[in-house]
Structure formats: C-alpha cells, structure tokens
C-alpha cells in the first residue's frame, strides 16, 4: 500500500534561517507530487507541484523553493525564512489527478520567530 | 485558479442539513472534496467527474454541474462527527494541478 511520510512535525526556526522540509512517498511510482501550505483564512494554498523528476510547477512566487531530486522525494526549501512563512504545511501526493484522490501528509507546523 | 467556496461557515445542531458550494471561473475537468480535522491532514471525501455526475458517501453526497464550473457538497442529517473545514479542490485537466478553495468551516452542536 501507499504511505507518504512527512518531517519534522512541528519546527520553530528564527527569522533569517534556513529551512528544510522533506516529503517521502512509498509503494507508487512517478507520482504528482504537490506542497500546500495553510495560514490562517487562506485556505489551502498550492506552493508547488511536480509531474515528475526535476520538473517543478511554482505557483506562488515568494522566497521558497522545491526540488524533486527522486521520483518519490519532494523537498521544500529556503534560504532565508521570513515571519509570514509561518503555517501549517502539506505534502500530498496523486496518481492521475484528474480522476484520482491525492494523499495528505501529516504536515509540518513551521513557526518563524 | 483558486475555487471559490461559500458559505464560509456554518453553524449547525445534531440532524440538520447543510449545502457547501464551490464554483470556479474556468472549465473544470474534476472536482475533489476533503474534509480536515483542526491540526489534521485533508482526508478524501469523493471526486466528482465531468459529465455532471452525482455521487453519495453515506449521508454525504455531491453533485458536479459541468456547464456552470460548480460543484456542491450535500450534508444531511448531520452528525457531530462531521464538524471540521471542508475544502472543494479542482483540475483543469490533465498536466494541471489540484487547487483548493478557502474551506468552509462546519460546527455541528449538540
């Protein structure tokens, strides 16, 4: 069966910092990989999305980023963490999206302070 | 690309029906629906094709009105267990990724 793994679950990391989040998929392969994060009254907010290896969909522009350096590992990234990074991020992961249900990690509460 | 979702929240006693609505500005080839628990991971509802299908899960069903790019949840006789943020999420088509709306929160009460 398919499982999705996603860590650390919280992390409270100072203004200026580095961050680093990692999502791992197993039992698929060449999955849609995707990054949501969630702040307060904005609902789910689609960050990235990958149909494949190296292959990085951003939607949102801002001082994040993603790569795919595995079929089934997606990592989020920044150099430089600012207070409005703050919030609850989710991985997920679908087969054929069109017709199919994506898969929540348990996401990540990142703090910036 | 953001689905919009109305109303934004609803209050709700034990038994009660609700309607959650999700439209969008273009063609719309499937619509998600999740349900998320405060501090929990969306879990999966249904998805709802074009052709305007209509689906049921238990006492939850939906229905996908193609030619309006709108998609409603349907509650009926709720149980507390229902409260949480539902989400409606939509794809454009193939290569194109799953966006959500803003959630609808539900209070179900005693």
């Known amino acids: 069966s398919q499982t999705i793994h996603q860590w650390p679950a919280t992390l409270v990391q100072p203004v200026g910092s580095p961050l680093s989040l990692e999502c791992t998929v197993e039992?698929?392969?060449?999955?849609?990989l995707y990054w949501y994060r969630q702040a307060a009254g904005r609902g789910l907010q689609l960050l990235f999305y990958s149909v494949g290896i190296g292959q990085i969909s951003s939607e949102v522009p801002q001082n994040l980023s993603a790569s795919r350096p595995q079929d089934r590992q997606f990592i989020l990234s920044s150099k430089k963490l600012l207070l409005s990074d703050s919030g609850f991020y989710l991985c997920a992961w679908s087969g054929v999206v069109t017709s199919t249900e994506a898969f929540f990690g348990q996401g990540t509460r990142l703090t910036v302070v | 690309q953001q689905p919009v979702q109305s109303p934004q929240a609803v209050i709700l006693r034990e038994g009660e029906d609700a309607v959650i609505n999700c439209s969008s500005s273009?063609?719309?080839?499937?619509v998600h629906w999740y349900r998320q628990k405060h501090g929990e991971a969306p879990v999966f509802l249904m998805i709802?094709?074009?052709?305007?299908e209509q689906k049921g899960h238990e006492k939850i069903s939906a229905s996908f009105n193609e030619k309006k790019q709108q998609s409603s949840l349907y509650l009926t006789a709720s149980q507390l267990s229902y409260s949480g943020t539902y989400f409606c999420?939509?794809?454009?088509?193939?290569?194109?990724?799953?966006?959500f709306g803003k959630g609808t929160s539900l209070l179900v009460t005693p």
């Open positions: 709802l094709l074009k052709g305007g």
């Open positions: 039992g698929t392969s060449n999955p849609n």
């Open positions: 273009k063609a719309l080839y499937s």
């Open positions: 999420g939509t794809v454009l088509g193939s290569g194109y990724a799953l966006n």
